[in-house]
């Protein structure tokens, strides 16, 4: 069917334009998504990358970078990939083994329905509404609160005020991470055919033996995939912080939405832009080296 | 030394799965109890007065209604313009997978908070062109959903044999139209769903770019009533996650009731149709 010689004139009118188009077609058919990505993604990205190298004129300078690498907002990049970390790593051990017990339930089963939505729900919806969730479960009189003074005669840590700094995040956050490593991650526990259990069970291969020499090694790409991509939400995470933290600023995205919001600082708006391009080298920086991984382990998944 | 006989190694999985299920479920469910333990608090004992409270706030249910929009224009523009775009690119230009993946991936690079700072002035264009309207959001949203929506649908196009299908269905005279459509789009069934649901679930919890750009929706509201009255916001906010598990769930039941085209004889089948009509 491709025409590999273009054909010129002749009746075949649709089949004609096609092959006179050739790879420029090819390239043609992409337009409507490039528009788009480039007025909505990548201008945008411009504007921050550009800003944090000028100052209020328009002009070249590197002070806000300089002040952005100053201590107060160092710390607050060190306590942003700390929690990220941490978050990651709890929610996708504890996600990927979820979903190895889902992905054993019937795939149109009330159970996997169940679940999925859940997730779905967790995952992304997450923000505002799990910091109050959160709020009512330990806050300063949530039930889980009441629940231990009443029963145990035990008291919140300072009162009940660590879910509203940084101890409260992470508890938070891991409980928003495990539903999007479930989401992510699930396809690919499905990916794995009853097949090759029961190849390595007809050789004498044990249940060990098969995670370790087939599922693992198959699986393991997409687990440290999720695993940065989790990695990256935390980090990109900006509602639960938001509705939770009113006091200071500890992670860099409150530190941005201090530079928004204040107009104390109105004079520095190009300082947020910095702040903006720190918080993409460092993300971009764990994309980058997903993207290694994947060149160097997606052979074994063809 | 011999293993133990595989039915009985198959109940001990069975036992861990459904442990691990279980500790899940009670972990997970745990603060939504608490939310409505907490939301249902009186002066004295049990009260439904955060709840009714949420009928007869006008602003809480413009903002539902605003978000409920928001998440079907987004859908709608991410998947349209992803579907035929990936599997294009899978089809026809391999050499520029990555690439797109990479264009895709970029939101996960550049948080919505940072979004917001360079978008900010775009917006007071769209705004210009287009009024101030909260559904305008849509655009910047649609760039947020990306990420997701194209891992799912870049996972189910990987998944299936998409070069044997296509051709097959080319070879029997089937327009690009027909192959998206109605080869392609009933093999990705659950990608599409994944990827739906994974956008208005996204767009129905968005914040940041709505509170910092100044547009109402449900979680500005969420979080302005919070302020004034925990209670309400508490009511609100486990409404709000019923209300997204639910829209989840019966997306989940479409996705999967479409008539299955799986089977081996089925993609010539509709194939043919189109032949012959």
Known sequence: ?302 | MRRTAAPRRWTGHSALRALVLAASALYFLLPLMAMLEFSTRGTTGRSLESWRAIGSTPAMLAGIRISLTQAVLTTALVLGLLVPTTAWVHLRVPQLRRAMELVCLLPLTIPAIVVVVGIADLYAWVTYLLGDSPLTLTFAYGVLALPYAFRAIDNGLSAMDLRTLAEAARSLGASWTTVLLRVMVPNLRVALVSAASLTMALVLGEFTLASLLNFDNLQVEINVIGKRDAGLSVAVALASMIFAFVVLFVLGFIGRRLPSTTSDDDVPAAVREEITS
């Open chain 1, 1 to 302: 069917m491709a025409a590999s010689n273009p054909v010129k004139g002749g009746r075949g009118g649709r089949r004609d334009r096609r092959a006179r188009l050739g790879p420029a077609g090819h390239y043609l058919a992409l337009a409507p998504f490039l528009v788009f990505v480039s007025v909505f993604l990548l201008y945008p990205t411009v504007v921050v990358v550009m800003g944090a190298f000028q100052d209020n004129g328009g002009h070249p300078t590197l002070s806000n970078l300089r002040a952005v690498t100053g201590s107060v907002y160092a710390d607050a990049f060190v306590r942003s990939i700390e929690l990220s970390a941490v978050t990651a790593l709890v929610g996708a051990v504890l996600g990927a083994l979820l979903s190895w017990a889902i992905a054993a339930a019937k795939p149109e089963g009330l159970v996997r329905r169940l679940v999925l939505a859940g997730c779905g729900v967790l995952a992304q919806f997450g923000g505002v509404t799990l910091a109050f969730a959160f709020i009512a479960t330990v806050g300063v009189t949530g039930l889980a609160t009441n629940l231990l003074r009443e029963l145990f005669a035990i008291e919140p840590p300072r009162g009940g005020a660590w879910l509203f700094d940084m101890p409260g995040l992470m508890v938070v956050y891991t409980y928003f991470q495990i539903p999007l490593m479930v989401l992510v991650f699930l396809p690919a526990v499905e990916g794995l055919r009853p097949q090759w259990h029961e190849a390595v069970q007809s050789l004498g291969g044990s249940t060990w033996r098969y995670w370790r020499h087939v599922g693992g090694p198959v699986l393991s790409p997409a687990f440290l995939g999720a695993t940065l991509l989790l990695f990256a939400n935390a980090f990109s995470a900006y509602g639960t912080a938001a509705a939770l933290v009113s006091q200071g600023s500890p992670i860099v995205p409150l530190q941005i939405r201090a530079f928004m919001t204040s107009e104390v600082i109105t004079g520095q708006q190009n300082l947020g832009k910095a702040l903006g391009l720190g918080m993409i080298v460092v993300v971009a920086l764990f994309m980058g080296l997903y993207a290694l991984l994947q060149r160097r382990t997606a052979r074994w998944l063809r």
